[in-house]
């Protein structure tokens, strides 16, 4: 499956499109982590655990749109945009979302 | 009184240690930046690049969440009451959004450009009021397409 955020495939046509297609994860902090980050909150500076948590809600959210892509019959997804929102304290939405094509 | 300490010792701890790691940081930051100079990340859907050499193409992101000391926190805090710029959170919205831009250029290892760059912001935890415990920190993300060029 290509995966890009321009409007096309570099070096191949799209001949079919299949409309949007989007994935999604809700994601809450784990409580260690957050205990982590409360401390860290005083010093400033990155917050690994949540980078990594929302790395890899991240990738979820982008596998759940591949396989729908999948489904459908694509096989690239253009277009991709990252969305964030935090839905409920402690807890933020990955959304992805894309256009499903074929390409040759 | 006890409040008192507690509060003057943690701006103490957050001003030494918060102070510290960005320079370090910045530091980092510079010397990756030069590092990566080589690798040019756009903001346009084309970088020059004739699309009949492109190889292949794929989707690269990074992604840093960063949060601000807590002397930092207690200077916006102040400056909330006179208007102006913050430049304490400027600093530090700056290191998460360079260091991202790092991180996407790291996931895109022998590519000859990203193009199509976006850069998103959001702030995640509590709702950062001051004064509570809630932990208020930022994400950034940069996304983009990583192009490959055809073996010549």
Known sequence: ?104 | MTNLIIFLSLMVLGYLAGSWAERRHYRSIAQREAQWIHLPAVTLPQAGIAPGTVDHAHLVSGSAVISIDYFKRFLAGLRNLFGGTVRSYETLIDRARREAVLRMKADAVGAAAIVNVRIETSTIGGHGKRGNKSTTCLEAVAYGTALYLKDR
Do not use: W
């Not at chain 1, 991240?58 to 990252?82: C, P, T, Y």
């Open chain 1, 1 to 104: 499956m290509i995966v890009t955020n321009i409007d096309h495939v570099p070096g191949q046509n799209i001949v079919e499109h299949f409309g949007l297609v989007s994935g999604s994860t809700i994601r809450a902090k784990h409580i260690g982590k957050d205990i982590m980050a409360g401390l860290k909150n005083l010093v400033g500076g990155e917050l690994k655990g949540y980078t990594q948590l929302l790395q890899e809600s991240r990738d979820q959210a982008l596998e759940r749109m591949i396989a729908q892509a999948r489904q459908l019959g694509a096989n690239a997804v253009i277009n991709v945009r990252f969305s964030t929102s935090s839905v409920a304290q402690g807890a933020a939405e990955l959304y992805v979302y894309g256009t499903a094509v074929k390409v040759q």
